[in-house]
């Protein structure tokens, strides 16, 4: 067998090319015995045919000639004998030498022999006509030479029907012949395409099994089965194949193992850095099932991770809020969602909930993050402040009111009068006190509206009716500094659902702020517009404007923007108090500003007697 899939398959090829050579070699063989016997057919029996025909005319002939020399006593008739003898002696030559058929021999001798015997006859019959005279002679020629004749015409006769017998029975066996070799040809032809079908099948099945087994093992490899190996033992290129194939799977295996091994190592790793955050953790799958829980989650939840992995977020955490909160942020489509939840085991603690989805493909993109951030201790801290502010400010305000009555009551001239001196010092204290009572006043608004404290009375309020009333406030202070104070608030405006003092200590403190912050020739515009189902409440001054970065910080507590010339004569207060205000309404509050050129701010009401849930 050879050793390369190359000899293999011309292997095959050699074998069919032999099969087909058998056929030809086959065929040609018949074809030349075929040939030989057609010949033989036509060449040595016709020649034998021919030879004793024309013998037979000779004889003939030479029998006319006498019967002419006899009758007419014409000489020419002798030469015209002599002339056919000789061809009567040429056609017997040519027999003689073309014997081919059994007997044939011996009727030829005979024919050689009747035919001298026929010439020495006519040597006497000419003798006896020269001699006796012809009647003697014709006598001769009737008793000896005419029953010699019919003698040799019989015996050319016979040898003639033998070769013609010879034809036929050649002829016969040439189609016999013909048609063996036919069965012959057909019969070999079939067995060569059959045989040489079924071998060349087998053998390059028997080749290529090797090629089907190493697609199969690829396929398993594929499938991820990596320590599939290949058996081929073929001693061909095909065993080389199969040699680098498992070897290239082996490499392949050991690679995986490796990355595996990376891979596991950075999974341990993430899994004991999550697992090691102090805040409680959690990972839900899309049907709110534990995927997994960080330590802090098990100790401050008291559940355990492995029995708690696959079961129901409520089963550890039964908590309907929370729930809610993760319901509903997943019902967003924000990446992240928060909100502060109060959560209360032996005392009250506070999270800050964070959700986040899960990011990119597979079923990591359909799992949320859950992280609470413990802000307890913040909250605590906020709560001593706010108590800290309540008592400080209520502390304030009695000994404050004391030294305002006092000193108004100095300043009024009821304690006698005061000297020139005498009367700016109290005016300044009186100023000084009556901001001090307004911090403080304003303190104390914070501390009760964060700690829930501050009860609100909602009414249907005339949004115009407000406005009004503020900017009377102001009206002589604008007209003092020069600014102008526009009120756009249409009087048919429908009536929102608020708290008319709290709503109007907000407008009063965005005027009040207005009038702090622009310079003479500057206006104020109060207005108000029905957007949505909501009342939107604006006041737009031409003053100072915020700087950017304090956008999104001037509603917090104590900020004040650095620079402003005012900046001392504020508390940082007010737009906390109106945002918590505005806050407790359900509606929002925000500004638009532009540096120099001026702020507006807008907040929002409820309308009476409308679904306040309503989008805008
Ligand atoms: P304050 O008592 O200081 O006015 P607020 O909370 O009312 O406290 O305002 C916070 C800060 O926002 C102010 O100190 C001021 O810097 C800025 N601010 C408020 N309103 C305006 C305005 N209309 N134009 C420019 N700056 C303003």
């Given at each position: 067998m050879p050793k390369t899939l190359k000899g293999k398959i011309s292997l095959v090829y050699i074998g069919l090319v032999c099969l087909t050579a058998l056929v030809s070699i086959v065929s040609i063989v018949n074809l030349l015995i075929l040939q030989r016997s057609v010949s033989g057919l036509i060449s040595e029996n016709y020649d034998s045919i021919s030879a004793m025909n024309s013998a037979a005319n000779a004889l003939e002939q030479q029998n006319v000639s006498i019967l002419q020399y006899l009758e007419l006593?014409?000489?020419?008739a002798l030469s015209r004998y002599h002339a056919a003898e000789q061809t009567v002696g040429q056609a017997i030559w040519k027999e003689k030498s073309n014997i081919t058929e059994p007997g044939e021999k011996a009727l030829s001798a005979k024919l050689e022999k009747d035919f001298q015997a026929w010439s020495g006859n006519f040597f006497i019959f000419q003798n006896i006509r020269d001699t006796k005279g012809a009647a003697e002679s014709a006598a001769y020629y009737q008793n000896e030479l005419q029953p010699l004749s019919a003698e040799i015409q019989q015996t050319i006769s016979r040898i003639v029907t033998i070769n013609q017998n010879a034809m036929l029975q050649k002829k016969s066996a040439t189609a016999a012949h013909t048609r063996d070799s036919l069965v012959l040809v057909v019969i070999l032809s079939v067995l060569t395409i059959s045989g040489g079908f079924i071998l060349s099948r087998w053998l390059l099945g028997r080749f290529l099994s090797p090629l089907q087994l190493l697609t199969a093992t690829i396929r398993k490899v594929r499938a991820g089965e990596l320590n599939a190996q290949v058996d081929i033992r073929t001693g061909d290129e095909m065993e080389s194949l199969a040699h680098e194939f498992n070897g290239m799977v082996g490499r392949l295996s050991a690679f995986e193992e490796s990355t595996m091994g990376t891979l596991m190592e950075e999974k341990n790793r993430s899994v004991s850095i999550v697992k090691s955050i102090p805040d409680p953790l959690l990972v839900l799958d899309r049907d709110f099932k534990i995927v997994m829980a960080n330590s802090a989650c098990e100790l401050f939840f008291g559940f355990n991770e492995t029995t708690m992995?696959?079961?129901?977020?409520l089963e550890a955490i039964r908590d309907g809020d929370l729930f809610d909160f993760i319901l509903q942020s997943l019902a967003t489509k924000d990446a992240v969602n928060q909100k502060v939840w109060a959560f209360t085991r032996e005392k009250e603690y506070y999270f800050n909930l964070v959700l986040t989805h899960g990011q990119g493909e597979g079923p990591a993109a359909q799992e949320c993050v859950l992280l609470m951030q413990n802000v307890t201790s913040f909250k605590e801290l906020e709560l001593t402040k706010t108590n800290f502010f309540a008592t400080v400010s209520h502390e304030f305000k009695t000994p404050l009111t004391s030294i305002l009555m006092g000193a108004s009551m100095l300043e009024g001239g009821h304690l006698g009068m005061l000297s020139k001196e005498q009367k700016k010092l109290v005016d300044t204290i009186v100023e000084d006190g009556e901001r001090l009572s307004g911090f403080v006043n304003e303190l104390l608004e914070v501390s009760r509206l964060e700690s829930g404290k501050a009860i609100y009375t909602f009414e249907p309020c005339s949004i115009s009716a407000i406005a009004e009333e503020s900017i009377r406030q102001f009206t002589e202070t604008a007209l003092r500094e020069n600014v102008t104070l526009i009120n756009d608030v249409e009087e048919d405006l429908p009536l929102t659902l608020a708290d008319y003092e709290r709503i109007t200590w907000v407008l009063n403190n965005l005027i009040n702020n207005a009038l702090k912050y622009t310079k003479s020739g500057d206006f104020i515009t109060v207005d108000a517009k029905v957007k949505g189902n909501r009342m939107e409440v604006s006041v737009k001054d031409t003053g100072d404007g915020i700087p950017p970065e304090y956008i999104d910080r001037i509603?917090?507590?104590?900020?004040q923007v650095k620079?402003?010339?005012?900046?001392?004569?504020?508390?940082?207060?007010g737009l906390a108090v109106a945002k918590e205000i505005v806050t407790a309404h359900q509606g929002d509050i925000r500004v638009e500003s532009e540096l120099d050129a001026g702020s507006t701010f807008y907040f929002t009401l409820p309308l009476a007697g409308r679904n306040t849930g309503e989008a805008n």
């Open positions: 006593d014409d000489t020419d992995q696959g079961r129901h977020f509603f917090d507590k104590f900020v620079g402003h010339e005012i900046e001392s004569r504020g508390t940082g207060l």
